[in-house]
């Protein structure tokens, strides 16, 4: 008999059987992109174009309908960022992905493609100002509340979660405290209670962790940090795992109307009927990118692909600068406290070793003895570290987030999110690590002088 | 839409028009582990230019009912009893792979159901390899690896999908994870074991399509020299640097080869 193989054999035949996979550095470099069929381009051709020509009315009709492929305005779809979606994709394990204008409108576009007016979200208080703003600002506005929890207390996200809560969202690595989000356990959590978990993964890159794997369902990127990596244009990318059930069946069943219902705004299409897989993107696309408009420009996907090339290189070292610089600054008697999650001091120090054994990012905060005139000194005496509101660069950066990138937050949302009045932030970059140390070393001599 | 077929709920996309009896129908048939989703495009255009489209989840796929059919006979019975559950006499039928070894049965054995038959990515005997029969039987998810990676030419392992935006190979990884235990393996089973597609061949009386990924690793276009051989009144499109996921991978290739045959039709 052909397969009437003994346990153990199977065993050791399925065992020694390994089928071909590309590997995440080669994935960097190609996934989405072909030769230029017109021209031979090597590089992925700037496809600079508002519309695309139709050869016929019947094929631009097919288009208009979703019965052929390809593209119509640059709005919806265009193929500079569709090779960044696929690329994007492939190295998070993903089904497919959006290009936007920001990370911000990444955010926004998984929201508003889920979420309507009475809906509700349970998120990590340890967010970026940004979507910080958003979420308790500015939806409230447009019917959409949310709960901040600690992302270290499963309790209170269960706690908070209601009938009407739609979304789960945390940070892979919380700005800018580094909490590590224990992914599997809110994850699983979620999905007890047919909700998706939404993460940031900016900070870490699907070099450093794959949120997938650990059981997110949707992921976005600020690209305009490590992904392109050189700190010169804005963009976001959503991404989809493909696995989330919204709603045949179970826990979710019936909360996900927008793909489980048909939608009078495209032919009454009902999203997971025509994507088992991928309904939230088509819906997403079809609707969100149509309607609210953030698409990223072509240029700029060409841009972060470039950045995208490398990622894995630059990543490595953004890591290796940023231990020598953490274990630096946690050794210097001017500094109070080092908050990386590699230190066996931070509170996540175990969770990071399960879930970032690459390395927990460059992007981490410490805190200055002394004044906050002496935090003013240290910032203004560093000279190969930048003082601006970005991370993610191929060159190093600082700023103060209590005065800056979350100063609309009141005293006591800032202590919640491990910010005191001498935190500062550094983006470590890729410069040599002995120069960035000197640097750091001799702005801390400037700060300590009386 | 939903239709009782021997007593289990099926699942019918229809490219979101409803169906009408007086139209002429086209039948979608998926490969294994797979379900409606992969005809998406191609039966939209088909149920937009004066179709009924039917792409049909088979018993125990996508929404779909029931118990995985254990032949492929028995899936042509009930592809019959389909047609038979809508008041369809008549249709043109496409099959993918499982499907379309489906559809070439029921061609022979019910020729007054099939105007004609598009058989995609096909061959007669259709042998499954040991070792992805082994991790099906055994539920490893070493199956549907196997599967993604044999399913797709290598080009299309990097991407450059058409459809904008999707990354192919996971899409049909996390398709095929959504099957119910022990689908893949009756499916497979049902692949290896069918011994009748010559016979079958020989029976057709009506217009035969057949559809080749030039890269096919999942089914070479070489195994299906056989089936060649014995087709009557057919014509043969091979779809250049295509591999077996040919909807996914040459989605206008495919479209346009089903819509000049059927455009060719009597």
Sequence with gaps: MRYHTSAPVLRRRLAMTKPKTTHFDTLSLHAGARPDPATGARATPIYQSASFVFPDTDHAASLFNMERAGYVYSRIANPTCAVLEERIAALEGGVGAIAVASGQAALHLAIVTLLGAGSHIVASRALYGGSHNLLDYTLPRFGIATTFVDPRDIDAWRAAIRPETRLVFGETLGNPGLDVLDVPQVAALAHDHGLPLLVDSTFTTPYLMRPFEHGADLIYHSATKFLSGHGVVIGGLLVDSGQFDWGGTGASAGKFPTLTEPYAGFHNMVFAEESTTAAFLLRARREGIRDFGACMAPMTAFQILQGIETLPLRMQRHVDNTRLIVAFLNAHPLVESVAYPELPGHPDHALAQRLLPRGCGAVFSFAIRGTREQGRKFIESLRLFSHLANVGDAKSLVIHPASTTHFRMAAGELRASGITEGTIRLSVGLEHPDDLIEDLSRALHAAGKP | ?266
């Design chain 2, 1 to 266: 839409m939903y239709v009782t077929v021997e007593g289990d709920p099926v699942y019918v996309y229809t490219g979101t028009r409803a169906f009408e009896r007086a139209r002429p129908t086209i039948l979608f048939v998926h490969g294994a582990s797979n379900d409606h989703s992969v005809w998406a495009l191609q039966a939209r255009y088909f149920a937009h230019h004066g179709n009924n489209a039917l792409a049909v989840d088979l018993p125990a796929h996508g929404r779909s009912g029931g118990d995985a059919r254990p032949s492929i006979a028995s899936i042509a019975d009930w592809m019959s009893a389909l047609l038979d559950a809508l008041g369809v006499d008549r249709a043109v039928v496409v099959g993918h792979s499982m499907g379309a070894l489906a559809a070439l049965d029921m061609t022979a054995r019910y020729p007054a159901r099939v105007r004609a038959v598009a058989l995609l990515g096909p061959a007669a005997p259709m042998s499954v390899s040991d070792v992805l029969l082994d991790a099906a039987r055994a539920g490893e998810h070493l199956a549907f690896e196997l599967m993604t990676a044999w399913t797709f030419s290598a080009v299309s392992h990097l991407g450059g999908n058409r459809q904008p935006g999707f990354w192919m190979t996971t899409n049909a990884l996390r398709l095929m994870e959504r099957s119910r235990p022990g689908v893949l393996h009756a499916d497979l089973d049902a692949c290896h074991r069918y011994a009748g597609g010559l016979t079958a061949a020989a029976a057709v009386g009506c217009p035969v399509l057949l559809v080749f990924g030039q890269r096919d690793l999942m089914v070479p276009p070489k195994d299906a020299g056989p089936l060649l051989d014995t087709l009557p009144n057919k014509r043969v499109v091979t779809i250049p640097e295509c591999g077996h996921s040919m909807m996914a991978e040459a989605p206008d290739a495919v479209l346009d080869a089903l819509r000049e045959f059927t455009g060719s039709l009597p």
